[in-house]
């Protein structure tokens, strides 16, 4: 397992760049038996970081890169996500005597640090902090709550079931690149949802008006 450790006697007011790497095995460890839907790590976790001190205020900003295979919400095919998100955090000494729950408790004596729940600010206690528990919290907090494959996907049809962005039966997709997903099934409502579908079914009756 790694460990990702900053020494805060080292940090100064010129920030200090850090680079950190995350294999899919150590976030699979760390989520693999909470998580329902699993979620398949495709390129290692990158963390780009920068700390400094103030004083006894710790500063760390920095990014998350990653890509997984997540599954979408509408239409149930397992797709590539790309990660990419930020964080900022600021940590300031426990001190001695201050009363923190029993999970921040367990936090300092384990990492050095007691991340609150919103991961923007924490204390420190000691040497060094293991941000192992940051970086997997930030990455869970990176991940979509409703993933989707594309923003414009159709789903699954609620009638038939039939996958409505026209997957082929083997699994291909079969949408041709520039144009509109072809109709994948001809269930009722749909026609009626689409108002171009509704001016479509109107236009025989006026045709044959206009025929007389
Ligand atoms: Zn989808
Ligand atoms: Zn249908």
Same mark, same amino acid.
């Given at each position: 397992?790694?460990?990702?450790?900053?020494?805060?006697?080292? %940090?100064? +007011?010129?920030?200090?760049?850090?680079?950190?790497? /995350?294999?899919? @095995?150590?976030?699979?460890?760390? *989520? !693999?038996?909470?998580?329902?839907?699993?979620?398949?790590?495709?390129?290692?976790?990158?963390?780009?970081?920068?700390?400094?001190?103030?004083?006894?205020?710790?500063?760390?900003?920095?990014?998350?890169?990653?890509?997984?295979?997540?599954?979408?919400?509408?239409?149930?095919?397992?797709?590539?996500?790309? %990660?990419? +998100?930020?964080?900022?955090?600021?940590?300031?000494? /426990?001190?001695? @005597?201050?009363?923190?729950?029993? *999970? !921040?408790?367990?936090?300092?004596?384990?990492?050095?640090?007691?991340?609150?729940?919103?991961?923007?600010?924490?204390?420190?206690?000691?040497?060094?902090?293991?941000?192992?528990?940051?970086?997997?919290?930030?990455?869970?907090?990176?991940?979509?709550?409703?993933?989707?494959?594309?923003?414009?996907?159709?789903?699954?049809?609620?009638?038939?079931?039939?996958?409505?962005?026209?997957?082929?039966?083997?699994?291909?997709?079969?949408?041709?690149?520039?144009?509109?997903?072809?109709?994948?099934?001809?269930?009722?409502?749909?026609?009626?949802?689409?108002?171009?579908?509704?001016?479509?079914?109107?236009?025989?009756?006026?045709?044959?008006?206009?025929?007389?």
């Amino acid at each position: 397992m790694p460990e990702f450790q900053i020494q805060i006697e080292r %940090l100064t +007011d010129e920030p200090d760049r850090f680079e950190f790497a /995350a294999s899919g @095995h150590w976030w699979v460890e760390r *989520e !693999g038996t909470t998580q329902d839907k699993p979620c398949v790590v495709e390129a290692p976790f990158l963390f780009d970081m920068v700390a400094s001190r103030c004083r006894d205020e710790v500063l760390i900003e920095g990014d998350i890169k990653g890509r997984v295979g997540l599954e979408c919400s509408r239409c149930a095919r397992r797709y590539p996500h790309v %990660l990419h +998100d930020t964080y900022r955090l600021v940590l300031t000494p /426990a001190k001695d @005597h201050e009363s923190t729950d029993p *999970e !921040g408790e367990r936090g300092l004596a384990q990492n050095g640090v007691c991340l609150g729940e919103d991961l923007e600010a924490g204390l420190y206690r000691g040497p060094v902090i293991r941000l192992d528990d940051f970086l997997g919290e930030a990455i869970a907090l990176a991940m979509p709550i409703q993933p989707l494959c594309d923003e414009a996907c159709l789903g699954i049809c609620p009638h038939c079931g039939v996958d409505r962005n026209g997957v082929g039966r083997n699994g291909t997709d079969v949408r041709e690149k520039g144009q509109g997903p072809a109709a994948a099934c001809d269930c009722e409502d749909e026609r009626i949802e689409s108002p171009f579908a509704v001016l479509a079914s109107l236009k025989p009756e006026l045709g044959s008006e206009e025929g007389e």
